[in-house]
């Protein structure tokens, strides 16, 4: 079972009533290993997006789209000054792989692409598909 | 006209599946529910056989099971054939009604997955529901697996219609052990269990314009007793038709089902009493005990409502030492099964020595070496011919040991 | 008793898997368990399901088992030290890993000195299904180690379990069962 031994107490040392303490300290909580705290739902991922900046044209599609908001978005300027929001990558601590972002991507090449996971991500961007 | 749908002669269904197909071939007029862990399956599957066309009659949703039980005891009034499922919480909320349904005389069957009650919230198996609805006047038929979950249900429907019973009927199967176990099933064809249970005869239904009916009027003192009275009476008798059914599936399917099953018990000096899936586990115990040389042997009501209090009796005349086992708190008593046991056996002059042991409770665990441990306890006080042992015992308890006396 | 316990996410099949297999079985004339022990599960969650097959009617409801063979059907999942709690010397794991055995077991430090088969069940159910469901590519690889019945009586079985899909899936389940058998090493 995934509960540590440490938190399996005995019938005469629990907690009256299954009560649970709300503000107890985070760091020292114990909680069993797939408490949720502990847990991310990257875990799940067999298939992760990679980002290709170069072909990305900032249409914030992927952003909109994504459930769990893995883009991370940076404040630039554009030519006239006027401020506008810029994609420079994935949160790859909240992204699950549903692909989302791919399917929503629309630059000709698209510049999000699904690899598996354990394809590192400049390699992934030399395979990139090339335009012909 | 509903499809037929087509089985093998053997199928590998869990418990849930098992209870949907045996409410399909029942051609069930109306089905209300409010699906709730872990019956669930029960009702989405039923759901799914109407949507593909297998079953002719209407399936209501409901926002609650206190209206899910309101909305079968309205249609059974209005003389339909009527079912649903339920587990845990959702009985809890159904209670009130449920006196209402069996009150009424009204033959629901309700296919209950047994689980624990809150609190502390868990969703897995233990009798906590069941033994809320004892009092309900219903009949309450138990199933120990997916086979057993099919063929109760099929004789509920046949039990509860009797014009001699009129009274609702719950099967219970143990929560995830039975309803998500899937197991070898060998069902009837449609035709076969349809012409089993056989066509719904409805009695006073109030959609019978020309003889207006009220169901459930309001008696007080000069009526309420006489009411109450005719009602137990309908449930103390009961057992014939139980039996008659139970013999007329055997003759359909050679399954041969009793109200109080034994194993290995004719010779016994030490019997256990247990109910649910853990008999079958205790099966495998008893073997082991009689390997080690311990004349051990199993009892089981399969009604829990009527209970069969003389049959019991009669069965455990020979036997020494009687530890009655109940997968529920049984909060400042001993458990039920404890109780009726000693009652049967008192009332008939009897004397073995019984205890109680509690397992199970919220899914917990219980392996047949658990069991065998008890049988090993049991056994010391049939050998010391008095109860040298706790009354009450806990199985596979974290902590130090308790027990109370 | 052969007893098969099967670690996954919950979403990725092993229930399923385990159902299939046990009526895959019970074709044969055998009796069967298959039951998953459940938390209040969301998909991804680590959880694990069980088969229990045997020649008489299978009476033990409870969950304790030690198995004779663990699948693993997540990648991740086989890290977790969890997949050898209850084995023996003899039990023999099947896990899904893009790995080779020894690349694996210099990581994979619990499965040392274990019976240990690998297969991509990930890779061939994205290539051959569309989606990353390993149940029934575990399943292949599965007959091909434990022998359990021959090859082309599994096959027609479970094109007869599979038979509510739709006819693309049915013949991309039936692929990837196909490949899993023959990669499994």
Redesign the interface.
Known sequence: MATPKEM??????IQP??VLPSFEDPEKKIRSKFNSYNYKVADWRVEKPVFNRDLCIDCDFCWVSCPDSCFIVEEVENKRGKKQAKIVGINYNLCKGCAVCVEVCPTPIKSLLMFPEFVDNDEALKQWPKKD | MAERYELKQ?E?W?GNMAASHALRQAQVDVVAAYPITPSTPIVQNYAQFLADGYVDGEFVMVESEHSAMSACVGASAAGGRVATATSSQGYALMVEVLYQASGMRLPIVMTVVNRALA??LN??GDHGDLYLGRDAGWIHLIA??PQEAYDMTLCAFKIAENEKVRLPVTTNQ?G???S?????VEPLDDDTAYKFIGDYKAMNPMLDTKNPQTYGAQTEEEWHFEFKASQHKALMESPAVIDEVFAEFEKLTGRKYNRVETYKLDDADVALVVMG??Y??A??AVDKAREEGIKAGLIMPRSFRPFPYNEIAEKLKNVKAVAALDRSAPMGAMGALYNEVSGALAANGQSSIMTNYIYGLGGR????QHILEVIKETEKNAKAGKRVTDLQGFIN????K?SFN | MLQIRWHSRAGQGAVTG??AL??VM??TGK??????V?G?EKRGAPMTAYDKIDDN????????MTPDYVLVIDPSLVFQEEIVDNTTDDTVFIVTSHMSKEDLLSIAKHLQGKKLYVIDAIKISQEEIGRAIPNTPMLGAFIKVSEIIPFEDFLVSIEDILSKFPKKIIEGNLRAIKRAYEEVK
């Open positions: 399996m107490t005995t019938w005469d040392k009533g299954a | 053997k590998v869990d609190s502390p969703i897995h120990n697996n143990d995830f052990l039975v998500h176990t899937a197991q070898v899936s853990a079958e586990t099966m495998v665990d219980t392996t047949a308890l974290r902590g130090p308790l | 385990a159902k046990a009526d019970a074709r009796y069967v368990q298959a039951y998953s459940y209040a009617p299978i009476l033990d409801h409870s969950k304790w």
